[in-house]
């Protein structure tokens, strides 16, 4: 009997662990696949956050047009300099919208925000990663009327991303308040 045990653990496998060889290999093929994947994961994230700004500029103007429409009263869209402040600024800047941005009701007819009498209904903070930049038209503050059209002068924003300047979308807005989102390459229709 004592042979017959002997025997079975001589033939049971030993237990090692990775060797050193092993590792640096798989780190290797790590590393490899890393670097293979590392520009397309740029050039991602650089799409989605090309796509959050459009979809939240575009979202506050549908806000801001469809505010006005139902409150009969005119509805401002106006760029700030700081997610905090709710001064609307008088000039595009560098960044243009990137800033942040505010909409509100204008109940005082006035065009600029005042706690007292307007009505706060959207704060955006700033877009990170992406330019906006207008062309033609107003480039601050956007009025919609209650009627739904565009109190100020229509005008297009080139919404371009700050880590591929091939990435670009344009946002077209015409004077009834519509909206086209097209690629950076086109021109807005009757523009």
Known sequence: MNL???HRRSHQPHQRGMTVIELMVAIAILAILLGLAA???????????MSNAVNAFTGSLRTARAEAIARAKPVVM???SSASSTACQTSEGTTGYATGWIVFA???????YNSGTDELLLRQDTQSGVTFQATGGSYS???FQPNGL?????????IQSTFDN???????LSKPGRMLVIDGTQSCPGA
């Open 166 to 172: 091939n990435m670009e979308k344009v946002v077209c």
């Open 39 to 49: 520009p397309s994961m740029t050039r991602f994230a650089a799409q989605w956050r």
């Open 150 to 158: 565009m109190g100020s002068t229509p005008a297009s924003y080139n």
């Open 141 to 143: 503050k956007l009025t």
């Open 78 to 80: 106006c760029r700030v």
């Open 106 to 112: 204008d109940n005082n007819g006035n065009g600029s």
């Open 4 to 6: 017959l045990a002997r």
